[in-house]
């Protein structure tokens, strides 16, 4: 991470957890942070628990610091859309962050980097700040078009009027989240300069500069401090390692 950036190390909790569980869960999260005096602390802490459970964790951790995003949104404010949920109605419940554009979303559900640019812009417009990932397959970077696909993927899917305030990119290398295979700190470093300069091409050297990148892909609490040493890895969005407090916050403890 560079000067300026302040880490971010964001939980994807998926498709995981009954109401007792994410309050469970939310509240040993915000007690390791207590416990470590928040004020002086290198990086902001957030959960995005699925949508069932984003208000009973929101009382959880309400006071304690810790941060609440959902998973997706829809692009619309309202409307004929039955089962989404979007972007003002996450507000409403006190999310100030929504993942968009996960590689789980865009292959069970056939998002295209134009609908997570939508995505992502409606986030904006309703005062949140949007996660976008990007990632390639591995058939993808066998083929060596690993910095090809990131470019395009980053090009098409940031959305209008993006800065470090109301966005995040994520690079989730697909081969890598839920395997146990994680991008070496080179292999994630590469593309986070990648993207990066995509993100000055777009926005000029100082929103560029600004923007928080993270890396996700089966970080956990042993490779999380390499990867965070890059000086464009500045933070995480964790998956597997997200569902136990304990192993979040040795994750987190990499910004160290
Ligand atoms: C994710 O799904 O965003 C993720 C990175 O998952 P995992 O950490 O389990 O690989």
Redesign the pocket.
């Known amino acids: 991470m560079a000067k300026g950036r302040r880490y971010l190390i964001a939980g994807?909790w998926?498709m995981n957890g009954f109401k007792k569980d994410g309050k469970e869960l939310a509240k040993a999260v915000a007690k390791h942070l207590k416990a470590a005096g928040k004020d002086d602390l290198p990086f902001d802490l957030l959960v995005c628990p699925p949508f069932t459970l984003i208000r009973g964790v929101g009382k959880a951790i309400k006071g304690s610091g810790v941060k609440l995003g959902a998973q997706d949104c829809h692009a619309a404010e309202k409307g004929a859309h039955t089962g989404d949920i979007s972007a003002p109605m996450l507000k409403d419940l006190g999310c100030e962050f929504v993942i968009v554009g996960?590689s789980?979303r865009r292959t069970n559900h056939g998002e295209k980097d134009a609908d997570v640019k939508a995505k992502a812009e409606a986030a904006i417009a309703a005062g949140l700040t949007a996660i976008v990932c990007v990632g390639e397959t591995l058939e993808q970077r066998d083929k060596r078009q690993t910095l090809a696909v990131n470019r395009r993927q980053v090009k098409g899917s940031l959305p209008k009027g993006a800065n470090a305030r109301n966005t995040v990119v994520a690079y989730?290398p697909v081969w890598?989240?839920?395997?146990g295979r994680t991008a070496t700190p080179e292999q994630a470093q590469e593309v986070h300069a990648l993207i990066r300069a995509e993100l000055v091409k777009a926005l000029g050297e100082k929103a560029g500069q600004a923007v928080r990148i993270l890396y996700?892909?089966?970080?956990n609490p042993k490779n999380a401090k390499e990867l965070m040493a890059q000086p464009d890895v500045d933070g995480g969005?964790?998956?597997?390692?997200s569902l136990k407090a304990d192993d979040f916050w040795a994750v987190a403890q990499g910004c160290l």
């Open positions: 994807n998926k996960h789980e989730e890598a989240i839920g395997t996700g892909g089966s970080m969005l964790i998956g597997g390692a």
